[in-house]
């Protein structure tokens, strides 16, 4: 997977490359589509809802240039399988999902990973972000916005990164945004294609 969808792609950063090595995604699909875990493609985790292709999860992190000690909002919990991969990148990541089924699915599969002391599952509307846990370093949201939501932008540490599917509900454009003292600075880059991000500063439910 690493080499064949990633490297061989244009993902460069060696640390993303060394996470995604590291984490075993086929704990975080249900038990019927383990054997093509790895495969180049998003896969439905139930809910109606699907855990992101492994191309899409690298550039998400790649765009958040963590090193190490940052705090994280991951939106989207999903399968937990993004939340995996930015907790060896980061230091403390917290992760919202609206969905309590698939949040405690992911629950155990983080654990069963290895990955349950250190990221905390919250469930709730995470387009109004985690006012509790705020502000952040850097925020992953894995679900698609009709435009940037305000809290989310709202809850970065100075300098801090967000990075966004925004456009309609069938197609859409990866952005990075980054808080700067003149406001939002949004950088686009690859087409994409992600389930809604539904709530209040999202598609409406
Ligand atoms: N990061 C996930 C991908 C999950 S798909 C993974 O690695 O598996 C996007 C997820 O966002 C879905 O589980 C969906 O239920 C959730 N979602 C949609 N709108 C949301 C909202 N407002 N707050 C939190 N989660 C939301």
Redesign the pocket.
């Known amino acids: 997977m690493v080499e064949q969808q990633l490297r061989s792609r244009d993902v460069e950063d060696e640390r993303v490359l060394a996470a995604m090595e590291r984490v075993p995604r086929h704990v975080?699909v249900p038990e019927e589509l383990r054997g093509r875990a790895y495969a180049d493609a998003a896969l439905p985790?139930g809910?109606g809802?699907?855990?992101?292709q492994p191309y899409m999860?690298a550039r998400i992190c790649e765009a958040l240039s963590l090193h190490g000690s940052e705090r994280v909002l991951?939106?989207?919990?999903?399968?937990?399988?993004?939340?995996a991969v930015l907790a060896e990148l980061a230091g403390e990541v917290h992760t919202?999902?609206?969905?309590p089924e698939?949040a405690d699915a992911a629950r155990g599969w983080l654990e069963e990973a290895g990955y349950g002391g250190r990221v905390h599952v919250h469930v709730?509307?995470?387009?109004l972000g985690l006012p509790e846990q705020a502000p952040f370093d850097a925020i992953a949201v894995?679900?698609a916005a009709p435009e940037l939501p305000p809290s989310l932008y709202d809850q970065l540490e100075p300098r801090g990164r967000l990075v966004v599917p925004v456009g309609k509900r069938h197609g859409q454009q990866l952005q990075l945004v980054v808080r700067s003292p003149e406001g939002p600075a949004v950088v686009r880059s690859v087409a994409c294609r992600?389930?809604?991000?539904?709530?209040e500063e999202?598609f409406a439910v």
């Open positions: 975080f985790i809910s809802q699907t855990i992101s999860v991951d939106v989207g919990t999903g399968s937990g399988y993004q939340a919202i999902e609206r969905l698939l709730g509307d995470g387009t894995a679900a992600f389930v809604p991000l539904l709530g999202g």
